[in-house]
């Protein structure tokens, strides 16, 4: 099982060995009885995310940096835009090669 699957669907568990998740009660671990159908359905809706989230992690190292960033927007701020729109351009570019999918 999706060890995120199962904090996220049982907040109370602390530890988890295996498939056997655990509580804490006055410090000491007990196990606790999972509620298997919760945990699936959260293992699929975490899944979609994922799946719908691909764009992002495919994007994010062909960026520009920050650094790239800051300096084209001191230029602009000096009245050279020149280096902003490089930037833009290139994040645009970025953003057409990995469009994000339409809600469904």
């Known amino acids: 099982m999706n060890h995120?699957?199962?904090?996220?669907?049982?907040?109370?568990?602390?530890?988890?060995?295996?498939?056997?998740?655990?509580?804490?009660?006055?410090?000491?671990?007990?196990?606790?009885?999972?509620?298997?159908?919760?945990v699936v359905a959260e293992e699929a809706r975490l899944q979609a995310e994922y799946v719908a989230t691909k764009y992002q992690r495919d994007r994010q190292p062909e960026y520009p940096s920050l650094t790239e960033f800051a300096d084209a927007y001191y230029w602009s701020q000096k009245g050279d835009d020149t280096k902003m729109t490089a930037y833009v351009a290139a994040c645009e570019a970025v953003k057409t090669k990995y469009p994000k999918p339409e809600a469904e």
């Open 4 to 38: 995120q699957a199962i904090f996220n669907t049982h907040p109370n568990v602390v530890q988890i060995v295996g498939d056997t998740a655990y509580k804490s009660v006055d410090g000491e671990l007990v196990q606790v009885t999972l509620d298997v159908d919760a």
